[in-house]
């Protein structure tokens, strides 16, 4: 009886949910649609989707992200410090356990990475990587704008805009360059000065992460018939370990080259030439 | 720009992470990292603490089995002059033992001795008055017999006669 009953529920399922792919399939979608490679071509270059801000310039979707993003955490830093940092105990609770251990493990990366004057540095890395980390997760919630040519874009990670990826790129170079001019003088700024390939690198490391997450997730999306149950691996998944490792990477890089150029650089001693006998010479 | 930079969104950008440092600095990692020190300079105070009494209790600890190691010590010393006292006190009884042993035996001797010539004396007396006894018994029996023979002889005669 119960086994009867479990198969006609089950049938019920089954039939409601063809039913319903079978409707989103077969029905025409409202309103314009981009062509796939203008989607694709928008999602790396920004031309067409623009997003007005606060009416006063237009400017690419991932800055509001990144505004949103900062809105989001700047709350939630408030909120901790008001209500939760003032009740910690010796023996921490488990909110207060994630948060010390946020903290702990980018003190212990820069601690490790840059023994010398890292103080700055504990805390850029600390923000940096709190930034990247929630900033790529920002993209699940898939929050809808219309942009000025009136179309509707989900917001994306604020790194996926070169714009944003260029200035966490270059903001980090220099906490790299000034830190090594702070700690070691001339000689760490021109060390840091050498490797400057890196903001570049950087940049478009973040950039070329984190844009290919965006569009593997677009492209999923732009399919219906791929829109069931693989976005849960390729949008979580993929979203969460790209948060994960370019939240570490860089924060990683930018605590390597720091301490580099923050050590203290010894000017070699030159080999002295030695100036043959004519008798080794003529042998 | 290749890419559509644009340098006006990058500072914006960069504008928006330098707000969110200070926020997340002075809001979040400060006083995060601030009580983790307190808490870990409390923890270091209290380790110093115990290790103060620590180091307290084993100075006291030394200062103890120094005392026993004295106590043990003077028990060994007492026990020792005990012993040189008992053995004095032994050695004593003996001397006076082995005096009065040789009192005793220098006594019997001289009891002995003078028994002796008591008993040689007596014995002499005896022997002399033996002697004499002898000398008397035969002398008394030697001249009975020629007293007999005679008076036999008279008698004979007399029968005879």
Do not use: W
């Not at chain 1, 990670?157 to 001339?186: C, E, H, Q, T």
């Amino acid at each position: 009886m119960d086994k009867k009953k479990r198969t006609r529920e089950l049938i019920v399922f089954a039939v409601i949910v063809l039913a319903l792919l079978a409707g989103c399939l077969l029905t025409p979608s409202g309103g314009e649609s981009e062509p796939i490679q203008e989607v694709m071509r928008d999602a790396v270059l920004h031309e067409q989707n623009k997003v007005s801000l606060f009416g006063l310039i237009e400017v690419n979707p991932g800055l509001i992200s990144a505004y949103i993003v900062t809105g989001i955490l700047i709350v939630f830093a408030l909120v901790c410090r008001l209500f939760v940092i003032p009740k910690f105990k010796y023996v921490p609770g488990r909110f207060q356990l994630v948060l010390e251990q946020i903290v702990g493990m980018f003190d212990g990366l820069a601690e490790g990475s840059s023994p010398r004057r890292n103080k700055f540095l504990r805390a850029y890395i600390f923000t940096a990587g709190v930034y990247i980390f929630v900033s790529t997760l920002f993209e699940l919630l898939g929050i809808q704008v219309v942009t000025t040519s009136g179309h509707a874009v989900s917001l994306p990670a604020p790194l996926s805009d070169i714009n944003g990826a260029i200035a966490l790129g270059v903001m980090s170079y220099g906490v790299i360059l000034f830190g090594g001019l702070i700690a070691a003088g001339v000689g760490g700024f021109l060390h840091a000065l050498k490797d400057f390939s890196l903001p570049i690198s950087m940049s478009f490391r973040l950039f070329g992460a984190l844009l290919s997450g965006a569009l593997v997730t677009e492209l999923v999306y732009y399919y219906a018939a791929l829109s069931y149950v693989l976005p849960v691996i390729v949008g979580v998944m993929f979203t969460l370990l790209h948060a994960l490792i370019q939240a570490y990477v860089l924060t990683m890089l930018v605590s390597t080259f720091y301490g580099e150029s923050t050590e203290k650089h010894e000017k070699k001693p030159k080999a002295k030439k030695v100036k043959k006998s004519r008798s080794e010479t003529a042998a | 720009m290749p890419l559509n930079i644009n340098l006006q969104q990058i500072l914006l950008h960069a504008l928006n992470f330098v707000i969110l440092f200070g926020a997340m600095y002075f809001l979040l990692y400060k006083p995060v990292k601030s009580f983790m020190d307190s808490r870990k300079a409390h923890y270091e105070k209290m380790d110093e603490d115990a290790k103060a009494v620590l180091a307290e209790a084993e100075k006291t600890k030394a200062g103890y089995e120094a005392q026993l190691k004295n106590a043990d010590e003077e028990i060994a010393r007492r026990q020792r002059e005990a012993n040189e006292a008992l053995q004095h006190a032994v050695d004593e009884r003996r001397a006076q033992a082995e005096q009065q042993a040789g009192e005793i035996v220098r006594k019997a001797q001289e009891d002995a001795a003078r028994e002796h010539e008591r008993v040689m004396e007596q014995a002499k007396g005896e022997i002399s008055e033996l002697m004499s006894a002898a000398a008397e018994k035969l002398v008394l029996s030697s001249t009975s017999d020629a007293y007999d023979k005679f008076l036999d002889t008279a008698e004979e005669r007399k029968d005879n006669g």
